[in-house]
DNA sequence: CGACTTACGAATGGATACAATATGGCGAGA
DNA sequence: TCTCGCCATATTGTATCCATTCGTAAGTCG
């Protein structure tokens, strides 16, 4: 089958995966090479054309090249992508189960719309969730989870744009979840972070002046505290960490 | 996560869906009349044929008709349900998106199984979670809040078996979370008990004698405590209750 | 002149047909 | 007897086709 470009293998976030191993902060193939060490065989990546649609249409939706609320013609989608019909719907219906996109009846699907409440409602989980993450994990992070940490927070400090910015945050918070051994935790916290699409919202709090420099700060902090094990000193930090997000965000929704 | 549309129904509630209306009978009659009877599946007869095909599919996995690990035939559901291949799938692919069952390319769907040790990451997120759900619901719940909470309390103590007891006590931390007024709350905690498939493995829990008894005086003294804005009692209680079903199972899981 | 009706077109939902892959049995050879 | 390789069959994956519904806009009546 036409296998025509090497594909995203394994969705980082969504669904319920059972295993977690080969944990990968990015589609990006760079950077930990050796990491894997456990199994040397890793199972093949099918490529599936509905595997493949999905992988795009997603990145579409993320990337903001489709905008919400924007209507997802199968047709046209299938068009573009050189396959047919229902491979796409498949596809979209998987997106829909994410949440990524809205489907009625009928009516067809469309790019989920996210405006600031529901950002502010996925935060209100985050404050609920993330401070006894940071404290379990660190109650429980091995070396690796904590050299994970530490590379985000390495890419956070690298990044160029608001994207990148954002992906390397959203991963430091992942790779301390990562770090509870719980990967239905990460799944989960995943997921609070999958609608936020186009990262278009996130560009307008990121263009704060002041903000990236001192979202980096309180990852260092937090990550020394996980490092040190001090799981009460993890626990506030994250807990202020989020609270002060949310804070912002409450901020802007008044305005 | 969950956002209007039929594609996404309520199900979070105990009971079966809601009659549909609307009988529009299916222009293919396709006969294999007395191929069907093995299980208790009824031909879909109404529209959005993949949202009835979902629920029964739903249905039967978590009553356990169809046994965790076990394979989805396409064919064998396809006929059995009146239909054909592609609602099936579609429905397949939104269940395989809850986790319900896992998907793997040429080689179909299975129900996903699960295991003490799920159960136990899955109570470890509620963990997490519940404690700050129920200060939040004693500081937001409304009046209807509480009567609903006061209901589900109800319906346990009216219980007749191990399965109705399981869903009024769900129901029950359910209502909580809606108290808090955070709809994606309400899924997410939802979300963690989705996967227990077949309330099973619920039952041996439900077999300890006083288990019953106990859980509902709980859920009493936590619905007390949220009806009189209590945040702090309520929040304790809480994860003194979910901390006691968390090392009930881990007791188990060492036996 | 405006609101309602009604047709037409386009796109979705579902069914069927075809292609590709895996599963299981059988026989040959070590 | 066990293992490997091959073939038949069953099942999944994808494409195509048909019926139905929805959106739109022209057309008609008040």
Do not use: C
Request: proline share 5%; aromatic share 2%.
């Amino acid at each position: 089958m036409a296998r025509d470009s090497d594909i995203t293998p394994p969705r980082l976030v969504g669904g319920h995966p059972p295993a977690d191993a080969a944990a990968k902060p990015t589609r990006r193939p760079a950077g930990l090479a050796g990491a894997a060490a456990a199994r040397p065989l890793r199972p093949i990546e099918s490529s599936s054309v509905v595997g493949l649609a999905y992988e795009q249409i997603r990145e579409l939706i993320l990337t903001g090249a489709i905008a919400p609320g924007e209507r997802l013609g199968q047709v046209e989608l299938a068009e573009q992508l050189g396959i047919s019909r229902t491979p796409v719907r498949e596809a979209l219906r998987r997106l829909a189960g994410e949440g990524l996109v809205t489907a009625r009846t009928n009516h067809g699907f469309r790019v989920a719309e996210i405006g600031i409440e529901e950002v502010m409602r996925r935060l209100e989980i985050r404050l609920l969730l993330e401070p006894g993450v940071a404290r379990l994990a660190a109650e429980r992070a091995t070396a690796d989870h904590l050299a994970a940490i530490d590379a985000t927070i390495a890419r956070e400090e690298r990044a160029r744009d608001a994207a990148e910015t954002h992906d390397a945050s959203r991963d430091f918070h992942l790779a301390v979840a990562r770090a509870t051994g719980n990967p239905d935790i990460v799944a989960t916290l995943a997921a609070q972070w999958i609608v936020e699409i186009g990262r278009r919202l996130l560009a307008r709090r990121t263009a704060r002046p002041d903000w990236q420099g001192r979202d980096i700060a309180e990852h260092k902090a937090i990550a020394a505290a996980i490092a040190g094990g001090q799981g009460d000193l993890a626990e506030q930090l994250m807990r202020e960490h989020v609270a002060s997000a949310l804070d912002h965000w409450a901020a802007k929704a008044d305005a």
